[in-house]
């Protein structure tokens, strides 16, 4: 069948020569049937399981639900193993291997006889590591996540992954809980298998990947645990075959007005900032064009629909309960702010997807005209601090710090702030703005999740819960609090951060996106003669990282990963 003779599995296993020989021969020693290797679509599923990486640690167990979906649907599933990034056991951060995993994932789906990929994906960066990957071969794809754990609980309290466990934190340090107290939560922060179920990074992904049309509905929200993730995965791998004969390839689904959607969809669901630099890299791979000021563009005005924490009060089962996100885009429709005919993985155009959708639970999921918080998508910053452009999540901020001006307490790095920010002869108060360098892509390397820096402890006594604070790290997704991140041009880059001194003045306007550091450009300039470069790793991959990183703006992904380079191979091995 002619069908048949497009799938590229065919160049391995459809030959009855010595090639064809050998890649059936040795497939067969795990015990797979002649008639598996006829034809039918093969279906790879990509899985990032490790017990290094907590969240994901029940994939093995999803993976066999795939492989029924495919099964029924007539395909040949074969699961295969990448590297796994665990958000939070990888040292020095999981940022700086996302694009190695990227890279790992494109050469394993491309370098095998697999026609269509189910990517398994949970934890903050294996979903933008798989998607990027995937992105660069461009076969047809779909994504499914793990789920978000259940609400955390302890005691008659509900304890929210990470948002939960940073107050905690800063009421030990203000003397407000004893350590008993804190160490209580420990165990019932994270009861169940899945994700962190705030609307932290990973859930914000979960989230993009549904609203890029990239998962089946349903993907964002339905716990790990629930029996209808398991229904997920089996219809997910009953689709993908599907997928494989229509030729829906990636490229096909993520299209601009996709992207456009997802941007619209983080700012309704106060989602992290980390979206921006994934989306962007991810966009770059599939070849849309999509800038930081899309994100300003296209999000800022957009309101928050969603009370979850860190922006609001619940947790992603309430989500769901509530009608998870088909109930956010509803309502996102309903006021001409998507792209009802982006196509997605189903088939469908997303209008068609969502246009029945109910909301259970306007507490959790407001109606548009009676938003959570109003016009709180992400905001570009620019101005001679962050000319390249820096962001801040308003949702996650205090409004009485939006305009603000303040002179800086400068911490060179983050040995240099653990060294000094208990130290009760720092000289800060609550007006001051602190500022952060060297924890950008390059500086830190890997762009660490420092920027929502703890406060002083002698603030914190007096009751207050923000500062305004500046630097060229990310934030955890799970984290909140007046927080300006990825200053870019970064500092280990020579960006203006750089020169930043103790006791300049800084001011903040999110109303006029600026960012200003109160110092002439003379002084700045003789700052610069001085300024040298922080030492760079000398071998390995964080040498080749810290060489070929690009800059926060467009998605730090390695120059050279940027774009695709399809599923072609180039040659037999034999
Ligand atoms: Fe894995 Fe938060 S630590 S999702």
């Known amino acids: ?162 948002t939960g466990l940073w107050k905690m934190s800063e009421d030990l340090r203000a003397g407000k809980i004893t350590k008993a107290e804190f160490l209580a939560a420990e165990g019932g922060m994270s009861r169940s298998k899945g994700h962190c179920m705030t609307m932290g990074t990973a859930s914000t992904m979960a989230s993009m990947v549904e609203a890029l049309g990239i998962g089946l509905p349903g993907n964002a929200a339905i716990p790990a645990v629930d029996s209808r993730r398991y229904t997920q995965a089996q219809l997910t791998g009953r689709r993908i075959v599907e997928m494989v004969k229509a030729d829906l390839t990636m490229s096909k689904v993520l299209t601009r007005k996709a992207f456009e959607n997802a941007i619209r969809v983080n700012a309704a669901i106060g989602g992290s900032t980390n979206a921006v630099i994934h989306l962007l890299a991810l966009a770059a791979r599939i070849g849309v064009e999509l800038t930081l000021k899309d994100w300003d563009d296209l999000g800022s005005k957009v309101s928050c629909l969603v009370n979850l924490q860190p922006s609001g009060q619940y947790l992603m089962e309430d989500f769901y309960y509530a009608g998870g996100l088909p109930a956010v885009m509803k309502e996102l429709a309903g006021e001409g702010l998507l792209h009802l005919d982006a196509l997605t993985v189903n088939g469908q155009a997303i209008g068609e997807n969502i246009k029945d959708a109910p909301n259970w639970n306007r507490a959790v999921i407001h109606a548009y005209d009676a938003p959570f918080k109003p016009e709180a998508g992400i905001a570009v910053l620019s101005g001679n601090l962050a000319p390249n452009g820096s962001v801040i999540k308003p949702s996650a901020g205090s409004p009485h710090l939006f305009k603000h001006r303040g002179r800086a307490v400068v911490f060179e790095d983050i040995e240099d702030f653990h060294a000094r920010i208990d130290d009760e002869a720092l000289d800060v108060d609550e007006n001051c703005v602190m500022v952060l360098k060297n924890c950008g892509p390059k500086g830190y390397p890997g762009m660490a999740e420092v920027g929502n820096m703890p406060l002083p402890p002698k603030v914190l006594r007096k009751g207050i819960t923000d500062m305004v604070r500046v630097s060229d790290a990310r934030m955890s997704g799970t984290a909140y609090g007046t927080v300006v991140l990825h200053a870019s041009p970064e500092a280990a880059a020579g960006g203006p951060l750089a020169l930043v001194k103790n006791g300049d003045m800084i001011s903040l306007d999110v109303a006029a996106r600026k960012l200003m550091l109160e110092v002439d450009d003379a002084t700045l300039a003789e700052r610069r003669k001085a300024w040298t470069p922080p030492p760079a790793p000398k071998r390995g991959y964080a040498k080749l990282y810290v060489d070929h990183v690009l800059g926060a703006e467009t998605g730090a992904d390695l120059d050279f990963l940027v774009g695709g380079s399809g599923a072609e191979v180039p040659r037999e091995s034999h």
């Open 1 to 162: 069948m002619a069908e048949k003779r497009k799938l590229r599995s065919q160049s391995w296993f459809g030959s009855d020569d010595l090639h064809g020989f050998i890649h059936r021969s040795w497939m067969k020693n795990q015990g797979y049937p002649h008639d598996l290797f006829d034809g039918r679509p093969v279906i790879g599923i990509c899985n990032t399981w490790s017990e290094l990486t907590p969240c994901n640690g029940h994939f093995r167990e999803l993976a066999e639900w795939v492989k029924r979906g495919v099964y029924e649907a007539g395909g040949f599933p074969l699961e295969f193993p990448v590297m796994s990034l665990g958000e939070t056991n990888l040292r020095p951060t999981s940022m700086l291997f996302r694009n190695l995993a990227s890279m790992d994932v494109e050469e394993s789906i491309r370098a095998n006889p697999i026609d269509g990929v189910v990517l398994l994906m949970g934890c903050d960066k294996t979903t933008p590591s798989l998607l990027m990957g995937a992105a660069s071969c461009d076969i047809p794809t779909i994504g499914l996540s793990g789920g978000p754990m259940l609400s955390g609980r302890y005691h008659d309290k509900t304890v929210g992954s990470g």
